[in-house]
T-cell receptor
Framework: DTGVSQNPRHKITKRGQNVTFRCDPI?????LYWYRQTLGQGPEFLTY????????KSRLLSDRFSAERPKGSFSTLEIQRTEQGDSAMYLC?????????????????FGAGSRLTVL | QQQVKQSPQSLIVQKGGISIINCAYE??????FPWYQQFPGKGPALLIA?????SEKKEGRFTISFNKSAKQFSLHIMDSQPGDSATYFC????????????FGTGTQLKVEL
């Protein structure tokens, strides 16, 4: 198990271009989260999946953002028509949640992130 | 809307000293309070976590103190070491809300020799 893997690690793009980030979670994990982190701030929740179902999207996730987890394994986060304000670190995290049980610790394991710079 | 407030923004501690980072939350429904440690170029990594049914949890040199009535919790790092120099984030989550974490703004800790 190599942990949560994110690619690419760095992406520089021009305003208006589309970018896509990929996240490969820990293999047995059924939940996958996307967060955005700007300089000097804590990560902010964007969206999360339970297997292949996208269960919640933050208001931070504008129509230009779309996330998928087609087979309940890896996930992609696409940003269309990028803006300079999209420049940030995009973090993916995964966890294993036992459905139907009482509240247990949902330990999120984060990847190293994909840093986006929009020129 | 900042639901978890963290202070201080930065902290310098001498080697062997105690580092203390404080957080306050607003949502009384939060039921899980982890602390994450982040090194430059890395993602946050879970350090220690607590649930509101206990007032303190200790793991090695790291202790969380939790005050439910004041809606505050803090991280104490005993015998701070240069290798502890990192950014620390408190967070809170609600089990019934997808366990998504709401993070504080972070504290940059530097431990000097």
């Amino acid at each position: 198990d190599t942990g949560v893997s994110q690619n690419p690690r760095h992406k520089i793009t021009k305003r208006g271009q589309n970018v896509t980030f990929r996240c490969d979670p820990i293999s047995e994990h059924n939940r996958l989260y996307w967060y955005r982190q700007t300089l000097g701030q804590g990560p902010e929740f964007l969206t999360y999946f339970q297997n292949e179902a996208q269960l919640e999207k933050s208001r931070l996730l504008s129509d230009r953002f779309s996330a998928e987890r087609p087979k309940g394994s890896f996930s992609t986060l696409e940003i269309q028509r990028t803006e300079q304000g999209d420049s940030a670190m995009y973090l993916c995290a995964s966890s294993l949640v036992y459905l139907g049980r009482g509240s247990g610790a949902n330990v999120l394991t984060f990847g190293a992130g994909s840093r986006l710079t929009v020129l | 809307q900042q639901q978890v407030k963290q202070s201080p923004q930065s902290l310098i501690v001498q080697k062997g000293g105690i580092s203390i980072i404080n957080c306050a939350y607003e949502n009384t429904a939060f039921d899980y309070f982890p602390w994450y440690q982040q090194f430059p170029g890395k993602g946050p990594a879970l350090l220690i976590a607590i649930r509101p049914d206990v007032s303190e949890k200790k793991e090695g040199r790291f202790t969380i103190s939790f005050n439910k009535s004041a809606k505050q919790f803090s991280l104490h790092i005993m015998d701070s070491q240069p290798g502890d120099s990192a950014t620390y984030f408190c967070a809170a989550s609600l089990t019934g809300g997808g366990n998504k974490l709401t993070f504080g703004t972070g504290t940059q800790l530097k431990v000097e020799l």
